[in-house]
């Protein structure tokens, strides 16, 4: 279905390349695009699929015609069950099958080109270090997210504390030296905390981690972090923002 693309993935980097684009594809069906997503599963149509593509695109249609496909097939007949489940819980099914979809196609293209052992679990490993489309969908990788901060945290505070005991014993360097360690200790608590608090954070759309050197937008109404190129919202245009509503939220209420 990927409109007769010659498949010629030799390396793991290469089938990992592919898996990216394709995640990335139905991630943005299922959280930015997911207005545009809903309208097109009516469960009026025939047995319908979603389909990620390795440009990042997705699509919605029919199954392929060749038996077997050239590539395993997505989950068949995802429209079916729209209007019968909560929204959330039918997101969250289908985001469950994509993933699914996604390993499935990996691991055939590693088994087409005869990747051996070490290969298939360093592409399991690079696969596995993202967090899957139903984590995202569900908002679960930011709970996840926050359970590691709050870990680091305690972590920290528990060093802090263990620097204070420390700090009562007799001192055995000169109070310049002192207040000049204490100065850089401050600098790096304020650099660790930083790094603790936004390091784990996820964006809504891709999935990707923070990085400090890209503009990062938050959703006022469920509180997730998105890249700006991902909700196409520039550092400029969000100074005139008094509220912001990521685009699934903002689909949310219009269909209410």
Not at 65 to 78: C, Q, S
Not at 153 to 171: D, L, V
Request: hydrophobic letters at 30%.
């Amino acid at each position: 279905m990927d409109g007769g693309t010659q498949y010629n993935l030799r390396t793991v980097e290469e089938v990992f390349r592919d898996f990216k684009g394709r995640r990335a594809g139905l991630m943005k069906a299922l959280t930015t695009d997911v207005g545009d997503f809903y309208e097109q599963c009516d469960p009026e149509k025939e047995n319908l699929c979603l389909y990620g593509y390795p440009n990042e695109q997705w699509e919605v249609t029919l199954p392929a015609e060749e038996v077997p496909p050239e590539l395993p097939e997505p989950a068949l007949g995802i429209n079916f069950a729209r209007d019968g489940m909560q929204e959330k819980d039918w997101l969250s099914l289908v985001a469950v099958h994509s993933d699914a979809w996604l390993l499935a196609v990996a691991f055939y293209f590693g088994a087409r080109f005869g990747f051996d052992k070490a290969d298939r679990k360093r592409l399991f490993t690079m696969i596995n270090d993202l967090p899957t489309i139903f984590e995202i969908v569900t908002g679960s990788a930011k709970k996840l997210a926050k359970e590691k901060s709050s870990v680091s945290n305690h972590s920290s505070n528990k060093s802090k504390s263990n620097s204070k005991a420390r700090g009562s014993e007799p001192a055995k360097f000169s109070k310049s030296m002192q207040a000049k360690d204490e100065e850089e200790g401050l600098e790096e608590e304020e650099e660790e905390e930083d790094n603790e608090e936004h390091g784990e954070t996820l964006c809504g759309a891709c999935g990707e981690n923070y990085a400090s050197d890209e503009f990062w937008i938050c959703c006022d109404i469920c509180e997730m972090w998105f890249h700006g190129k991902c909700v196409k919202i520039t550092p400029a245009s969000a100074e005139h923002i008094k509220q912001y509503k990521c685009p699934s939220c903002s689909n949310k209420r219009a269909r209410s």
